[in-house]
Protein backbone atom coordinates (compact mmCIF):
# COMPACT_ATOMS: atom_id res chain seq x y z
CA UNK A 1 0.00 0.00 0.00
CA UNK A 2 1.09 3.35 -0.83
CA UNK A 3 1.03 5.34 2.00
CA UNK A 4 -0.98 8.83 1.44
CA UNK A 5 0.77 12.28 1.28
CA UNK A 6 1.92 14.32 4.69
CA UNK A 7 -0.67 16.44 4.84
CA UNK A 8 0.12 19.75 6.50
CA UNK A 9 -2.09 22.89 6.81
CA UNK A 10 -1.71 26.50 7.84
CA UNK A 11 -4.45 28.84 9.35
CA UNK A 12 -6.49 30.04 6.59
CA UNK A 13 -6.05 34.16 7.53
CA UNK A 14 -8.49 36.91 7.57
CA UNK A 15 -8.02 39.27 4.14
CA UNK A 16 -9.11 42.83 6.06
CA UNK A 17 -5.70 43.75 6.27
CA UNK A 18 -2.27 42.95 4.48
CA UNK A 19 -0.12 39.85 5.54
CA UNK A 20 2.71 40.43 8.01
CA UNK A 21 5.38 38.20 9.23
CA UNK A 22 3.16 36.82 11.84
CA UNK A 23 1.26 35.38 9.10
CA UNK A 24 4.91 34.64 7.21
CA UNK A 25 6.00 32.69 10.13
CA UNK A 26 3.24 29.92 10.33
CA UNK A 27 3.47 29.91 6.74
CA UNK A 28 7.15 29.09 6.08
CA UNK A 29 7.40 26.44 8.86
CA UNK A 30 4.80 24.83 7.28
CA UNK A 31 6.78 24.82 4.07
CA UNK A 32 9.60 23.85 6.25
CA UNK A 33 8.46 20.85 7.31
CA UNK A 34 6.68 20.31 3.72
CA UNK A 35 9.84 20.11 1.91
CA UNK A 36 11.89 18.34 4.43
CA UNK A 37 9.69 15.68 4.06
CA UNK A 38 9.60 15.50 0.46
CA UNK A 39 13.36 15.48 1.13
CA UNK A 40 13.32 12.53 2.49
CA UNK A 41 11.30 11.04 -0.38
CA UNK A 42 7.90 11.10 1.63
CA UNK A 43 4.89 13.29 -0.62
CA UNK A 44 3.85 15.82 1.17
CA UNK A 45 1.21 18.38 0.36
CA UNK A 46 0.64 21.32 1.54
CA UNK A 47 -2.14 23.71 2.63
CA UNK A 48 -2.34 27.15 3.10
CA UNK A 49 -5.52 30.09 2.01
CA UNK A 50 -8.16 32.62 3.22
CA UNK A 51 -10.59 32.91 5.14
CA UNK A 52 -12.80 35.71 3.76
CA UNK A 53 -16.51 35.36 5.02
CA UNK A 54 -18.04 36.91 8.47
CA UNK A 55 -18.79 40.23 10.14
CA UNK A 56 -15.10 41.94 10.10
CA UNK A 57 -14.27 41.08 6.60
CA UNK A 58 -17.53 42.98 5.41
CA UNK A 59 -17.13 45.79 7.49
CA UNK A 60 -13.19 46.29 5.96
CA UNK A 61 -14.47 45.87 2.09
CA UNK A 62 -17.49 48.36 2.86
CA UNK A 63 -14.51 50.75 4.51
CA UNK A 64 -12.85 50.48 1.18
CA UNK A 65 -15.43 51.08 -0.86
CA UNK A 66 -15.50 47.97 -2.77
CA UNK A 67 -17.87 45.29 -3.44
CA UNK A 68 -17.06 42.49 -0.79
CA UNK A 69 -16.23 39.96 -3.43
CA UNK A 70 -13.65 42.36 -5.09
CA UNK A 71 -12.29 43.40 -1.92
CA UNK A 72 -11.62 39.66 -1.40
CA UNK A 73 -10.22 39.10 -4.58
CA UNK A 74 -7.92 41.66 -4.21
CA UNK A 75 -6.66 40.74 -0.51
CA UNK A 76 -6.37 37.03 -1.05
CA UNK A 77 -4.23 37.81 -3.88
CA UNK A 78 -1.58 39.93 -1.37
CA UNK A 79 -1.04 36.54 0.68
CA UNK A 80 -0.84 34.16 -2.65
CA UNK A 81 2.18 36.41 -3.93
CA UNK A 82 4.03 37.08 -0.44
CA UNK A 83 3.83 33.21 -0.51
CA UNK A 84 5.49 32.93 -3.83
CA UNK A 85 7.93 35.77 -3.13
CA UNK A 86 8.53 33.80 0.28
CA UNK A 87 9.74 30.78 -2.01
CA UNK A 88 6.74 28.71 -0.04
CA UNK A 89 5.77 25.61 -1.99
CA UNK A 90 1.92 25.52 -1.08
CA UNK A 91 0.25 22.30 -3.71
CA UNK A 92 -3.36 24.22 -2.87
CA UNK A 93 -4.71 27.57 -2.02
CA UNK A 94 -8.27 27.54 -0.85
CA UNK A 95 -10.81 30.35 -0.31
CA UNK A 96 -13.66 30.25 1.89
CA UNK A 97 -15.44 32.20 -1.47
CA UNK A 98 -14.90 29.60 -3.33
CA UNK A 99 -18.01 26.86 -4.41
CA UNK A 100 -15.66 23.84 -3.53
CA UNK A 101 -15.91 24.88 -0.03
CA UNK A 102 -19.16 26.18 0.49
CA UNK A 103 -20.34 23.08 -1.03
CA UNK A 104 -18.77 21.20 1.83
CA UNK A 105 -19.43 23.30 4.61
CA UNK A 106 -23.27 23.58 3.73
CA UNK A 107 -22.78 19.55 3.35
CA UNK A 108 -21.12 19.47 6.90
CA UNK A 109 -23.70 21.69 8.10
CA UNK A 110 -26.66 19.40 6.53
CA UNK A 111 -25.35 16.56 8.27
CA UNK A 112 -25.27 17.63 11.94
CA UNK A 113 -28.75 19.20 11.27
CA UNK A 114 -29.90 15.56 10.67
CA UNK A 115 -28.10 13.66 13.10
CA UNK A 116 -29.42 16.30 16.00
CA UNK A 117 -25.68 17.58 16.79
CA UNK A 118 -27.26 20.70 15.17
CA UNK A 119 -30.00 22.42 16.79
CA UNK A 120 -32.19 25.99 16.75
CA UNK A 121 -32.07 28.17 19.46
CA UNK A 122 -31.75 31.55 20.44
CA UNK A 123 -28.10 33.52 21.55
CA UNK A 124 -28.44 36.37 24.19
CA UNK A 125 -24.82 37.50 25.03
CA UNK A 126 -21.45 39.13 23.85
CA UNK A 127 -19.48 38.92 20.45
CA UNK A 128 -16.02 40.31 19.32
CA UNK A 129 -15.75 40.88 15.63
CA UNK A 130 -11.88 41.34 15.89
CA UNK A 131 -11.72 37.39 16.60
CA UNK A 132 -15.25 36.33 15.41
CA UNK A 133 -15.70 34.91 18.39
CA UNK A 134 -18.81 34.56 20.78
CA UNK A 135 -17.56 36.06 24.34
CA UNK A 136 -18.96 34.69 28.25
CA UNK A 137 -19.69 37.81 30.01
CA UNK A 138 -17.61 36.11 32.70
CA UNK A 139 -14.32 36.08 29.99
CA UNK A 140 -15.01 39.85 28.91
CA UNK A 141 -12.80 43.04 30.39
CA UNK A 142 -14.43 46.01 31.87
CA UNK A 143 -13.17 49.26 30.37
CA UNK A 144 -12.50 52.19 33.46
CA UNK A 145 -15.48 54.09 31.64
CA UNK A 146 -18.03 50.52 32.40
CA UNK A 147 -17.82 49.23 28.57
CA UNK A 148 -16.99 45.72 28.09
CA UNK A 149 -14.23 44.89 25.65
CA UNK A 150 -12.84 41.41 24.21
CA UNK A 151 -10.54 39.75 26.46
CA UNK A 152 -8.13 39.29 23.46
CA UNK A 153 -8.67 42.32 21.21
CA UNK A 154 -9.53 44.42 24.04
CA UNK A 155 -11.89 46.42 21.81
CA UNK A 156 -15.32 47.17 22.44
CA UNK A 157 -17.64 43.91 22.31
CA UNK A 158 -21.50 43.95 20.67
CA UNK A 159 -24.37 42.89 22.56
CA UNK A 160 -26.34 40.17 19.93
CA UNK A 161 -29.81 38.81 21.00
CA UNK A 162 -30.44 36.87 17.38
CA UNK A 163 -32.26 33.45 16.35
CA UNK A 164 -29.05 30.75 15.84
CA UNK A 165 -28.39 27.10 15.28
CA UNK A 166 -26.30 25.42 18.17
CA UNK A 167 -23.78 22.68 18.06
CA UNK A 168 -23.89 20.18 20.77
CA UNK A 169 -20.29 20.63 21.46
CA UNK A 170 -21.58 20.10 25.42
CA UNK A 171 -22.14 16.35 24.45
CA UNK A 172 -18.52 15.84 23.22
CA UNK A 173 -16.36 16.87 26.19
CA UNK A 174 -15.94 13.33 27.86
CA UNK A 175 -15.30 11.92 24.06
CA UNK A 176 -12.17 14.77 23.68
CA UNK A 177 -10.85 13.82 26.98
CA UNK A 178 -10.43 10.18 25.86
CA UNK A 179 -8.92 11.22 22.82
CA UNK A 180 -6.18 13.35 24.37
CA UNK A 181 -5.57 10.56 26.92
CA UNK A 182 -5.13 7.79 23.78
CA UNK A 183 -2.94 10.40 21.85
CA UNK A 184 -0.48 12.25 23.81
CA UNK A 185 1.20 13.69 21.08
CA UNK A 186 -2.41 14.95 19.29
CA UNK A 187 -2.08 18.45 21.10
CA UNK A 188 1.35 20.38 20.64
CA UNK A 189 3.44 21.50 22.54
CA UNK A 190 2.44 20.05 25.88
CA UNK A 191 2.34 23.28 28.44
CA UNK A 192 -0.54 24.50 25.95
CA UNK A 193 -2.08 20.63 25.56
CA UNK A 194 -2.20 21.55 29.68
CA UNK A 195 -4.26 24.77 29.55
CA UNK A 196 -6.45 22.57 26.95
CA UNK A 197 -7.26 19.35 28.99
CA UNK A 198 -7.93 21.62 31.91
CA UNK A 199 -10.68 24.19 29.94
CA UNK A 200 -12.39 20.81 28.48
CA UNK A 201 -12.50 19.33 31.80
CA UNK A 202 -14.03 22.32 32.89
CA UNK A 203 -16.87 21.68 31.09
CA UNK A 204 -18.17 22.26 27.76
CA UNK A 205 -21.31 24.94 26.77
CA UNK A 206 -23.28 24.33 23.49
CA UNK A 207 -21.67 26.73 20.82
CA UNK A 208 -23.65 29.39 18.17
CA UNK A 209 -23.12 28.25 14.95
CA UNK A 210 -25.05 30.42 12.67
CA UNK A 211 -25.43 34.42 12.56
CA UNK A 212 -28.82 36.12 11.29
CA UNK A 213 -27.79 39.61 10.96
CA UNK A 214 -24.21 38.97 8.83
CA UNK A 215 -25.15 38.56 5.35
CA UNK A 216 -21.50 37.47 3.84
CA UNK A 217 -21.07 34.07 4.58
CA UNK A 218 -22.55 30.39 3.15
CA UNK A 219 -26.28 30.15 3.73
CA UNK A 220 -27.45 27.50 6.04
CA UNK A 221 -29.19 24.75 4.41
CA UNK A 222 -32.89 25.21 4.26
CA UNK A 223 -33.07 28.10 6.23
CA UNK A 224 -31.19 30.76 3.73
CA UNK A 225 -32.19 33.70 6.33
CA UNK A 226 -28.60 32.07 8.53
CA UNK A 227 -25.45 32.35 7.43
CA UNK A 228 -22.71 29.86 9.03
CA UNK A 229 -20.71 31.16 11.57
CA UNK A 230 -17.33 32.16 10.19
CA UNK A 231 -15.07 30.11 12.50
CA UNK A 232 -17.45 27.05 11.85
CA UNK A 233 -17.15 27.81 8.23
CA UNK A 234 -13.76 28.50 8.08
CA UNK A 235 -12.43 25.12 9.77
CA UNK A 236 -14.05 22.79 7.32
CA UNK A 237 -10.93 24.11 5.06
CA UNK A 238 -8.94 21.24 5.58
CA UNK A 239 -11.22 18.82 4.87
CA UNK A 240 -13.19 20.47 2.16
CA UNK A 241 -9.80 20.95 0.55
CA UNK A 242 -8.77 17.74 0.93
CA UNK A 243 -12.35 16.14 -1.48
CA UNK A 244 -11.69 13.53 -3.47
CA UNK A 245 -8.35 12.71 -2.46
CA UNK A 246 -6.77 10.61 -0.10
CA UNK A 247 -5.46 13.43 1.85
CA UNK A 248 -7.53 13.20 5.16
CA UNK A 249 -7.20 13.28 8.06
CA UNK A 250 -4.42 16.26 7.65
CA UNK A 251 -0.73 15.17 9.71
CA UNK A 252 -0.69 18.37 11.67
CA UNK A 253 -2.60 21.79 11.64
CA UNK A 254 0.04 24.18 12.57
CA UNK A 255 -1.65 27.40 14.21
CA UNK A 256 -0.71 30.23 16.72
CA UNK A 257 -1.22 29.93 20.13
CA UNK A 258 -4.59 31.96 20.14
CA UNK A 259 -6.65 30.18 17.71
CA UNK A 260 -5.59 26.82 19.59
CA UNK A 261 -9.12 26.06 21.42
CA UNK A 262 -10.99 26.37 17.99
CA UNK A 263 -8.81 23.86 16.70
CA UNK A 264 -8.27 21.29 19.87
CA UNK A 265 -11.45 21.43 20.90
CA UNK A 266 -14.42 22.51 18.63
CA UNK A 267 -12.92 21.48 15.42
CA UNK A 268 -11.99 17.61 16.64
CA UNK A 269 -15.87 17.60 18.37
CA UNK A 270 -17.00 19.08 14.99
CA UNK A 271 -15.50 15.89 13.13
CA UNK A 272 -16.48 13.64 15.56
CA UNK A 273 -20.22 15.19 15.12
CA UNK A 274 -19.75 14.01 11.72
CA UNK A 275 -17.90 10.62 11.97
CA UNK A 276 -14.27 11.68 10.32
CA UNK A 277 -10.95 10.90 11.27
CA UNK A 278 -9.23 13.46 13.16
CA UNK A 279 -5.92 15.24 12.66
CA UNK A 280 -3.16 13.39 14.24
CA UNK A 281 -1.67 16.48 15.47
CA UNK A 282 -2.12 20.09 16.04
CA UNK A 283 0.45 22.58 16.87
CA UNK A 284 0.34 25.91 18.28
CA UNK A 285 3.34 28.13 18.02
CA UNK A 286 3.52 31.39 19.80
CA UNK A 287 3.05 34.86 19.01
CA UNK A 288 6.17 37.73 17.77
CA UNK A 289 6.46 40.61 19.36
CA UNK A 290 8.05 43.99 17.35
CA UNK A 291 10.98 45.16 19.31
CA UNK A 292 8.73 44.65 22.52
CA UNK A 293 5.52 45.65 21.66
CA UNK A 294 2.64 43.00 20.62
CA UNK A 295 2.00 44.08 16.73
CA UNK A 296 -1.20 46.04 16.28
CA UNK A 297 -3.27 48.79 13.69
CA UNK A 298 -3.00 51.17 16.74
CA UNK A 299 0.96 51.15 17.40
CA UNK A 300 1.09 50.56 13.63
CA UNK A 301 3.81 48.33 14.14
CA UNK A 302 2.92 45.51 11.62
CA UNK A 303 6.17 43.94 10.19
CA UNK A 304 6.18 44.22 6.26
CA UNK A 305 8.43 40.87 4.91
CA UNK A 306 8.71 42.96 1.84
CA UNK A 307 10.24 45.39 3.54
CA UNK A 308 12.50 42.83 5.83
CA UNK A 309 13.50 40.94 2.59
CA UNK A 310 14.35 43.52 0.25
CA UNK A 311 17.24 44.28 2.67
CA UNK A 312 18.34 40.74 4.17
CA UNK A 313 16.95 38.12 1.44
CA UNK A 314 14.30 35.93 1.33
CA UNK A 315 16.61 32.88 2.69
CA UNK A 316 17.87 34.69 5.83
CA UNK A 317 14.42 35.90 6.71
CA UNK A 318 13.06 32.45 6.53
CA UNK A 319 15.95 31.00 8.62
CA UNK A 320 15.93 33.91 11.18
CA UNK A 321 12.12 33.20 11.75
CA UNK A 322 12.47 29.73 12.70
CA UNK A 323 15.87 29.81 14.73
CA UNK A 324 15.32 33.00 16.29
CA UNK A 325 13.05 31.15 18.77
CA UNK A 326 12.02 27.88 19.78
CA UNK A 327 8.41 26.57 17.65
CA UNK A 328 6.05 27.10 20.08
CA UNK A 329 7.80 30.10 22.60
CA UNK A 330 6.78 33.17 22.01
CA UNK A 331 9.93 35.89 20.72
CA UNK A 332 10.90 39.19 19.83
CA UNK A 333 11.53 40.35 16.13
CA UNK A 334 13.73 43.20 16.01
CA UNK A 335 16.34 44.70 13.25
CA UNK A 336 19.41 44.92 15.23
CA UNK A 337 18.93 40.73 16.27
CA UNK A 338 18.03 39.74 12.38
CA UNK A 339 21.80 41.41 11.67
CA UNK A 340 23.69 40.23 14.46
CA UNK A 341 21.81 36.45 13.55
CA UNK A 342 22.80 37.40 9.83
CA UNK A 343 26.20 38.49 10.31
CA UNK A 344 27.53 36.19 12.59
CA UNK A 345 25.51 32.82 11.66
CA UNK A 346 25.14 33.37 7.92
CA UNK A 347 27.74 35.89 6.35
CA UNK A 348 30.51 34.07 8.96
CA UNK A 349 29.96 31.03 10.26
CA UNK A 350 28.13 29.56 6.88
CA UNK A 351 29.21 31.96 3.94
CA UNK A 352 32.48 31.61 4.74
CA UNK A 353 32.65 27.81 5.57
CA UNK A 354 31.51 27.74 1.79
CA UNK A 355 33.79 30.01 0.24
CA UNK A 356 36.57 29.26 2.17
CA UNK A 357 36.59 25.51 1.27
CA UNK A 358 35.04 25.74 -2.88
CA UNK A 359 38.07 28.72 -3.10
CA UNK A 360 40.45 26.05 -1.92
CA UNK A 361 39.55 23.19 -4.24
CA UNK A 362 39.83 25.95 -6.90
CA UNK A 363 43.08 26.76 -5.96
CA UNK A 364 44.63 24.18 -5.06
CA UNK A 365 43.14 21.16 -6.73
CA UNK A 366 41.81 23.14 -10.07
CA UNK A 367 38.59 22.32 -9.08
CA UNK A 368 38.59 18.56 -8.88
CA UNK A 369 38.34 15.89 -5.74
CA UNK A 370 40.42 13.12 -5.62
CA UNK A 371 37.90 10.11 -6.71
CA UNK A 372 38.32 7.55 -4.08
CA UNK A 373 40.82 8.68 -1.30
CA UNK A 374 42.40 6.07 0.80
CA UNK A 375 40.22 7.54 4.40
CA UNK A 376 41.76 7.91 7.48
CA UNK A 377 39.94 6.87 10.97
CA UNK A 378 39.77 10.84 11.52
CA UNK A 379 37.77 11.80 8.36
CA UNK A 380 35.37 13.82 9.46
CA UNK A 381 32.33 13.34 7.27
CA UNK A 382 31.24 9.86 8.75
CA UNK A 383 31.18 11.86 11.75
CA UNK A 384 28.91 14.27 10.67
CA UNK A 385 26.26 12.01 8.43
CA UNK A 386 25.60 10.55 11.78
CA UNK A 387 23.76 13.98 12.70
CA UNK A 388 20.91 13.45 10.03
CA UNK A 389 19.37 11.00 12.38
CA UNK A 390 19.03 13.91 14.99
CA UNK A 391 18.16 16.57 12.81
CA UNK A 392 15.28 14.35 11.74
CA UNK A 393 14.10 13.55 15.03
CA UNK A 394 14.20 17.43 15.64
CA UNK A 395 11.89 18.05 12.50
CA UNK A 396 9.59 15.59 13.25
CA UNK A 397 8.57 17.38 16.21
CA UNK A 398 8.60 20.52 14.64
CA UNK A 399 11.46 21.51 16.19
CA UNK A 400 13.41 23.55 13.89
CA UNK A 401 15.43 25.81 15.92
CA UNK A 402 16.80 22.47 17.53
CA UNK A 403 17.51 20.93 13.82
CA UNK A 404 19.01 24.10 13.18
CA UNK A 405 21.39 24.11 16.51
CA UNK A 406 22.48 20.88 15.33
CA UNK A 407 23.37 21.91 11.84
CA UNK A 408 25.46 24.85 13.00
CA UNK A 409 27.37 22.78 15.48
CA UNK A 410 28.53 21.05 12.56
CA UNK A 411 29.13 23.97 10.80
CA UNK A 412 30.99 25.59 13.42
CA UNK A 413 33.06 21.79 13.61
CA UNK A 414 33.72 22.47 10.10
CA UNK A 415 35.23 26.22 10.59
CA UNK A 416 37.32 24.59 13.38
CA UNK A 417 38.52 21.79 11.08
CA UNK A 418 39.41 24.23 8.49
CA UNK A 419 41.65 26.40 11.31
CA UNK A 420 43.30 23.20 12.66
CA UNK A 421 44.64 21.40 9.19
CA UNK A 422 45.21 24.64 7.56
CA UNK A 423 45.01 22.57 3.92
CA UNK A 424 46.77 26.03 2.20
CA UNK A 425 49.78 24.51 4.09
CA UNK A 426 49.70 21.02 3.40
CA UNK A 427 49.21 22.18 -0.01
CA UNK A 428 52.64 23.19 0.36
CA UNK A 429 54.01 20.30 2.24
CA UNK A 430 51.57 17.43 1.65
CA UNK A 431 49.49 17.21 -1.37
CA UNK A 432 47.67 14.17 -0.27
CA UNK A 433 46.79 15.21 3.50
CA UNK A 434 45.12 18.28 1.67
CA UNK A 435 43.42 16.42 -0.77
CA UNK A 436 41.75 14.13 1.92
CA UNK A 437 41.00 17.41 3.85
CA UNK A 438 39.25 19.01 1.40
CA UNK A 439 37.47 16.09 0.11
CA UNK A 440 35.92 15.59 3.83
CA UNK A 441 35.57 19.08 3.83
CA UNK A 442 33.31 18.80 0.62
CA UNK A 443 31.57 16.00 1.74
CA UNK A 444 30.94 17.82 4.75
CA UNK A 445 29.07 20.30 3.48
CA UNK A 446 26.82 18.42 1.14
CA UNK A 447 25.42 17.22 3.50
CA UNK A 448 25.04 20.76 5.56
CA UNK A 449 23.63 22.02 2.07
CA UNK A 450 21.02 19.04 2.11
CA UNK A 451 20.08 19.73 5.51
CA UNK A 452 19.75 23.47 5.02
CA UNK A 453 17.41 22.99 1.95
CA UNK A 454 13.83 23.00 3.42
CA UNK A 455 15.18 26.16 5.54
CA UNK A 456 16.53 27.95 2.75
CA UNK A 457 16.01 26.68 -0.62
CA UNK A 458 18.00 29.46 -2.62
CA UNK A 459 21.09 28.77 -0.61
CA UNK A 460 21.31 25.61 -0.06
CA UNK A 461 21.27 25.26 -4.23
CA UNK A 462 23.72 28.20 -4.49
CA UNK A 463 26.02 25.76 -2.19
CA UNK A 464 25.78 22.77 -4.17
CA UNK A 465 26.34 24.26 -7.50
CA UNK A 466 29.96 25.91 -6.20
CA UNK A 467 30.20 22.37 -4.24
CA UNK A 468 29.56 20.80 -7.60
CA UNK A 469 26.08 19.27 -7.78
CA UNK A 470 25.72 20.76 -11.11
CA UNK A 471 22.13 19.48 -11.57
CA UNK A 472 20.15 22.43 -10.74
CA UNK A 473 17.45 21.91 -9.28
CA UNK A 474 17.79 18.16 -8.68
CA UNK A 475 19.89 18.74 -5.21
CA UNK A 476 21.97 16.39 -3.66
CA UNK A 477 20.08 15.48 0.10
CA UNK A 478 21.50 14.14 2.74
CA UNK A 479 19.93 10.67 2.05
CA UNK A 480 21.68 11.24 -1.46
CA UNK A 481 24.87 11.45 0.24
CA UNK A 482 24.71 8.76 3.16
CA UNK A 483 23.78 6.28 -0.30
CA UNK A 484 26.74 7.40 -2.18
CA UNK A 485 24.80 8.86 -4.63
CA UNK A 486 26.18 11.90 -7.25
CA UNK A 487 29.76 11.61 -4.59
CA UNK A 488 31.32 14.71 -6.90
CA UNK A 489 30.07 15.13 -9.93
CA UNK A 490 31.04 18.61 -11.03
CA UNK A 491 34.26 21.16 -10.98
CA UNK A 492 33.85 22.78 -7.83
CA UNK A 493 34.13 26.78 -7.90
CA UNK A 494 34.05 29.91 -5.93
CA UNK A 495 30.67 31.59 -6.00
CA UNK A 496 29.13 35.01 -5.81
CA UNK A 497 29.30 35.47 -1.26
CA UNK A 498 26.19 33.93 -0.13
CA UNK A 499 25.65 36.73 2.37
CA UNK A 500 27.25 40.20 1.95
CA UNK A 501 28.15 41.30 5.74
CA UNK A 502 25.66 44.10 6.89
CA UNK A 503 26.92 47.08 8.62
O1 LIG B 1 -7.20 33.73 13.09
N1 LIG B 1 3.06 35.95 15.85
O2 LIG B 1 -6.73 34.48 10.96
P1 LIG B 1 -5.62 35.58 11.19
C1 LIG B 1 2.98 34.72 15.32
N2 LIG B 1 -8.89 33.32 10.02
N3 LIG B 1 2.01 34.32 14.49
C2 LIG B 1 1.06 35.20 14.17
C3 LIG B 1 1.07 36.51 14.68
C4 LIG B 1 2.12 36.87 15.56
N4 LIG B 1 2.23 38.08 16.10
N5 LIG B 1 0.01 37.16 14.17
C5 LIG B 1 -0.64 36.29 13.36
C6 LIG B 1 -7.42 33.76 11.89
N6 LIG B 1 -0.01 35.10 13.34
C7 LIG B 1 -8.50 32.85 11.30
C8 LIG B 1 -7.94 31.44 11.21
S1 LIG B 1 -8.17 28.85 10.57
C9 LIG B 1 -9.42 27.81 10.24
C10 LIG B 1 -8.91 30.41 10.70
C11 LIG B 1 -0.38 33.93 12.55
O3 LIG B 1 -5.46 36.30 9.91
C12 LIG B 1 -0.69 32.72 13.44
O4 LIG B 1 -0.61 31.55 12.68
O5 LIG B 1 -5.93 36.38 12.40
C13 LIG B 1 -2.13 32.97 13.80
O6 LIG B 1 -2.80 31.84 14.29
C14 LIG B 1 -2.68 33.40 12.47
O7 LIG B 1 -1.62 34.19 11.89
C15 LIG B 1 -3.94 34.22 12.62
O8 LIG B 1 -4.29 34.75 11.40
Redesign the pocket.
Known amino acids: MTMKPYYI ?9 A ?5 A ?3 IAADVLARWQRSRGREAFMLTG ?2 EHGQKIEDAAKAAGKHTIDFCDATSALFRDLWKHLDVRHDDYIRTTEKRHEDKVQELFALLLKNGDVYKGKYEGLYDVV ?2 SFVKESDAIKSPKGILLGPDSGKPLQTLSEETYFFKLSKYGPALLEHYKANPGFLAPSHRASEILRFVEGGLEDISVSRTKVKWGVPVPGDPDHTVY ?2 FD ?5 WSAAAGTTLWPADV ?7 FR ?2 AVI ?1 PAMLMAAGLPLPKKVF ?7 EGK ?2 SKSAGNFVDPYEITLEFGVDAFRYFLLREMPFGN ?1 GDFSKASLTKRYNAELANDLGNLVSRVSEMVDKFLGGKLPVKPELTPDFRTTAVARRTPDIAAKMEALDFSGALDIIWEVVRDLNALVNEKAPWKLAKTDMKACELVLFDLVCSLRLVGGWLDPFMPATAAKIQMQLGVRHFPDLLTAEDVLAGKKEHPGPILKGPVLFPRKI
Open positions: TTPIYYINAPHIGHYTTTDSEVWALINYHIVGKEIFHWAHGWWTVKMD
